[in-house]
């Protein structure tokens, strides 16, 4: 592959030939017309992604941490009672990021690769009152997929805000965040938004800036702090400028080209198209004889899968698969992390990747010692793709 290697990790992933076109152009001044342009359209384009024509973009130079902390710094105050419902490493993150800002953090428990039921969590909001509660769309460390429409409504009916970790999931999960009552919903431009590392987004509806401005305390971050960011937000959609840190210029620009190329797509495509290329995958996988770190196949999301590696196989396979021209990541989680591994499926990879993936894992595997029926992994994805 001109040797290049496929990158199939969980973010950051292949991107469009156009987005990085848009990143290998001279960098524009923040204040130049053709920016401010860019910067508005980027800005209105990321309602229609994340469809939330009520919400209030934000996006910054940064990692999807940052972007977390955007939320959480921005909507909690010390001392607040807030709800974290247990998904794996990045909800444990996002409990932190709660603690760092003062907040008292419970937690809804739940067993690796599984996820409390929002009947637990309609139990947990009953119990206490909370002020916001977090969600992780999909944790990357086990490739489960939270119910967010139904924890969401759970929150909307307990009156608590809630907080939508949607850094492996925005652009590739189903994600209504005005419909379903997501009060924030965050992700970072590396994963199935397309865009190279280093941009930090999300959009607050009207309920969180309202929380936001009835605050008693100061926000804990100058950088954070939505008052230095809503003005610059809200000039640019106006496509005037403004300033409080200089924009990832060349990223925002090729964030506009992305995020076309997503609604040219159309959302309800890309969902569907999300969906049979994971399907796809995991069928290549369990023909190998391979199962998942979600317990159930309907949390299997459609962002990453988390294979366990099969009996006598272990993380030093990662290397062979790379050899033949396809990157995976390790495991993560840090209860399992040397048992299973992890694959990026999102944003533009389709069927190509997908069986180029599929294909690079059966010689990696077998070099490794692994016995099984060589292409029966692949002729198992093709037939998914094939019936569509
Ligand atoms: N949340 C989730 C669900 C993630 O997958 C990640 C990154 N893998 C993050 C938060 C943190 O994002 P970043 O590494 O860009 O800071």
């Given at each position: 592959?001109?040797g290049?290697r ?10 469009t030939?156009e ?6 152009k001279?960098t524009?001044?923040h204040?130049?017309?053709v ?7 980027a800005?209105?384009?990321m309602?229609?992604v994340?469809?939330s ?6 996006v910054?130079?940064?990692?999807g941490t940052l972007?977390?902390?955007l939320?959480v710094a921005n909507v909690t105050?010390p ?9 794996g490493y990045f909800?444990?993150?996002?409990a932190?990021v709660?603690?760092?800002h003062g907040?008292k ?6 067993v690796?690769?599984d996820?409390?039921?929002v009947?637990?969590?309609r139990?947990?909001l009953?119990?206490?009152k909370?002020?916001?509660m ?5 944790d990357t460390?086990?490739g489960?997929?939270?119910d967010?429409r139904?924890?969401?409504?759970a929150a ?5 805000l ?8 925005v652009?590739?999960e ?6 379903w009552?997501?009060d924030?919903a ?9 865009v190279p ?5 999300l959009i607050a ?11 008693k305390?100061?926000?804990g971050?100058?950088y954070?702090d ?8 809200e000039?640019?959609?106006?496509r ?8 990832a ?8 080209v992305s ?5 040219e797509?159309?959302m309800d495509?890309r969902?569907?198209?999300?969906a049979?290329?994971a399907?796809?995958?995991r ?6 004889g391979m199962s ?8 299997c999301a459609?962002t990453?899968s988390?294979?366990f590696?099969?009996?006598?196989i272990?993380?030093?396979v990662?290397?062979?698969?790379a050899?033949?021209g396809?990157?995976?990541?390790g ?5 399992i992390?040397?048992?299973y ?13 997908i069986?180029?993936?599929v294909?690079?894992?059966?010689r990696g595997?077998?070099k490794?010692?692994y016995r099984?029926?060589m292409?029966a ?10 019936e569509?």
């Open positions: 592959m001109r290049k496929l990158l199939m990790i969980p973010g950051p992933i292949e991107f030939d987005v990085l076109a848009e990143t290998g001279s524009l001044s204040v130049d017309p920016f401010i342009e860019d910067f508005g359209q800005l209105e384009k309602r229609s994340w469809l024509p009520k919400g209030q973009p934000f910054v130079a940064g990692s972007a977390m902390e939320a105050e001392g607040d009672e807030v709800l974290v419902v247990n998904a909800s444990d993150r996002m932190d709660f603690r760092t907040a953090v419970d937690i809804v428990p739940s690796i690769g996820l409390p039921t009947e637990a969590v139990k947990r009953g119990a206490k909370y002020k916001v977090s969600i992780t769309h999909v460390s086990t489960a997929r939270a967010v139904g924890l969401a409504a909307r009916d307990a009156g608590v809630s907080i939508v970790d949607g850094v492996c999931a652009a590739g189903e994600l209504r965040q005005d419909e009552g997501v924030i965050l992700t970072a431009s590396q994963k199935a938004l397309g590392p280093g941009l930090a987004l509806g009207p309920r969180a800036l309202d929380v936001f401005r009835a605050r305390h100061p926000v971050s100058y954070c939505w008052k230095n960011w809503l003005p610059v937000m000039a640019y959609e106006a005037k400028a403004a300033y409080f840190g200089t924009p210029v060349n990223l925002v620009r090729a964030l506009k995020l076309g190329q997503i609604l797509e159309g495509a969902f569907r198209r999300h049979l290329g399907r796809a995958f069928a290549g996988m369990k023909a190998m998942f770190v979600p317990v159930r196949e309907e949390l459609s990453l988390a294979p590696y099969p009996e006598g272990d993380a030093g990662l290397r062979l698969v050899a033949e396809v990157v995976l990541a495991g993560l989680h840090p209860e992390k040397s048992k591994f992890r694959i990026g499926h999102m944003g533009m990879s389709e069927a190509p990747e069986l180029a993936t294909g690079a894992i059966e595997f077998a490794a010692g099984f029926e292409g992994a692949s002729a198992a994805a093709q037939a998914i793709f094939s569509g």
